[in-house]
């Protein structure tokens, strides 16, 4: 079997983080993906997934993301229910993240001290790039190219 989901979005919120009694990070947060189509109205939807992150992954997205940030993740697909306060029976459909990527700009995130996010794909710093070239000529000859 596979349960495999890849999204790519803005946080709708900042990122809420709780612990459990036993002393376990959890986050919550909500994600905006933009649907590839357009409606009748010629405008773009988007879909509003609830994501759930635990341990030093809910930590680093608390610090780092916030309402706006931009964040590839995947994880898996989980439902789960529970009765609310009035007895009623309540579905909850949520992705369970199993890697973080922060996409927006350092400066764009939340910031709280010591570094950055880096390392264990838990997201860069654009100091990190190895892509970058600082507007320079990239010089390639033909016979390096695997095409």
Do not use: M
């Given at each position: 079997m596979i349960n495999r989901v890849v999204?790519?979005?803005r946080?709708?919120?900042?990122?809420?983080?709780?612990?459990t009694p036993s002393g376990v990070a959890v986050t919550t947060f909500t994600i905006a993906v933009n649907r590839t189509f357009s409606n009748a109205q010629g405008e773009r939807e988007a879909d509003f997934i609830n994501v759930v992150a635990w341990r030093q992954l809910a930590e680093l997205c608390a610090?780092?993301?916030k309402k706006g940030s931009q964040a590839g993740l995947d994880g898996r697909l989980q439902t789960r229910n529970?009765?609310?306060?009035?007895?009623?029976?309540?579905?909850?459909?949520?992705?369970?993240?199993?890697?973080?990527q922060f996409l927006s700009p350092a400066g764009e995130r939340r910031e709280s001290g010591?570094?950055?996010?880096s390392g264990?794909?838990?997201?860069?710093?654009?100091m990190d790039d190895p892509f970058?070239?600082?507007?320079?000529?990239?010089?390639i000859s033909d016979d390096d190219l695997p095409f």
């Open positions: 999204l790519v979005g946080l709708t919120r900042d990122p809420e983080l709780r612990y610090n780092y993301l529970y009765e609310n306060k009035e007895g009623r029976r309540v579905f909850v459909t949520e992705v369970v993240a199993d890697n973080v010591g570094g950055g996010g264990a794909g838990y997201g860069f710093d654009q970058a070239n600082d507007s320079k000529t990239v010089d």
